[in-house]
């Protein structure tokens, strides 16, 4: 279901879920990201085989997307990945990315909002978000949105220019967050994300 959010700078957005329709608008937001933030990104997103075959892992049920739309424009991305296996089935993988022009201008937190809720409905009650050393952006992101639970390991992915990097694992419970970004936004009614 698509939904009208305003960013700070009150630029109007729609967030909706992304389908395997939307690759065109997909593959003109992974392209125009500067390289900098495509090089710490796990897959080459402008391969568009490599895309397609990641949103068909949506078929499945495990894999959710949600994009924030500027008319047809994708300017935000975020995803909520579950495992497989049961022995996780608790836990959620979050993601999110924001296009050159929208960065620090409030969508990276909506987004994250977004998906704190998707994870409730998914029946998550861990979420956590991987990134690589270098994506400080990202990891400030998830401190300001509750995350304080870090585990490191070094050299241990690595990046689209082949070099070694250090996995950040940030780790929350979803219902602790929710309480906690109620400081940007007022209460939230986590009752209404079921
Ligand atoms: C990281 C990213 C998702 C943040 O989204 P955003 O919309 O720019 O972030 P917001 O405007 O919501 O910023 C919220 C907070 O995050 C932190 N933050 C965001 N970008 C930052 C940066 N480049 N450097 C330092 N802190 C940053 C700040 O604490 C910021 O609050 P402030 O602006 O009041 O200081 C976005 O910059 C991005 O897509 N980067 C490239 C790809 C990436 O690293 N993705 C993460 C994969 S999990």
Redesign the pocket.
Known sequence: MAKSIKLPDATELTIRDISKKDIDALMNFFCG?NAE?RR??RIDVTNRKTVEQRLNLMDFGYHFRIGAFQGDTLV?EGSLELPFEEWRRNQGEI????SGP?????????LMKELYCLSLRQKVDTVV???MKP????Q??AR?MGFHDVSILPDYVRDQDGVMQDLFIMKGGVKALMKEIEKYYGELDWQSCL
């Open positions: 990201l933030d710490y990104l935000a993601r999110v990315l924001v929208f960065q620090r201008r409030g969508a990276g937190m909506l978000i991987w990134t994506q400080v952006g990202a400030n992101l300001k």
